[in-house]
């Protein structure tokens, strides 16, 4: 049984560290995010572009940006991570990160979707961020975790894998692949929680 205060939970920052010692915060995003939100998307090599857009484009279009400048809610949330590199924070300076997670009314399923830096790509931030937004997920109560993914994305499919998805090929689109968790197995490991305590002082 989820806690009571786990929705509420569930939309606040959260602090960790990356294998290499990294400390790194994740929050939800805000409206005047979406300058650097879209500056963070061009900045992002044409491949990352196109496996986190599932296509070809350059930047965010004004009514999407704005669209996900305001998924800050329960059920619907993006979030952006930051490289943590100020005392304790509630945001760091340079995002290197973005996720958007969002729960289908009475389906029980949470789509999600993300994407990392490439200069900080393979050093763990994608793992932590989907198990960040698992942690999000059950506590607001999805029964399935569920991302769309580029068949020739290699990488998300190996990380998913390694995460305890499964692969599944529902799609007409012969491009996409289909990435499933089964939330109502118990979680192991660290309780997610710790996650969301107050970070500690994290100056260089």
Not at 94 to 105: D, M, R, S, V, Y
């Amino acid at each position: 049984m989820r806690a009571p205060d786990a929705p509420d939970l569930a939309t606040q920052p959260a602090f960790f560290r990356l294998p290499g010692g990294a400390p790194v915060l994740v929050r939800a995003i805000r409206p005047h995010d979406a300058g650097p939100l879209q500056a963070y998307v061009r900045g992002l090599s044409p491949e990352s572009r196109r496996n986190r857009f599932l296509g070809i484009l350059s930047e965010l279009a004004p009514t999407e940006l704005a669209r996900i400048t305001r998924m800050d809610r329960p059920g619907a949330l993006a979030l952006l991570a930051f490289a943590a590199n100020r005392r304790h924070e509630t945001m760091g300076d340079t995002l290197i990160g973005e996720a958007i997670q969002a729960i289908a009314p009475g389906a029980g399923r949470c789509e999600i979707a993300l994407s990392v830096r490439d200069d900080w790509q393979r050093r763990g931030l994608g793992m932590r961020l989907l198990r960040n937004m698992e942690c999000r997920a059950r506590m607001f109560g999805a029964r399935f975790l569920i991302g769309d993914v580029l068949r020739t994305n290699t990488a998300m499919k190996a990380l998913a894998r390694k995460l305890g998805f499964s692969i599944a090929s529902p799609f007409t689109d012969a491009r996409l692949v289909e990435i499933v968790k089964d939330l109502s197995v118990p979680q192991s490991g660290r309780p997610c929680g710790e996650e969301f305590a107050p970070p500690p002082s994290i100056a260089a």
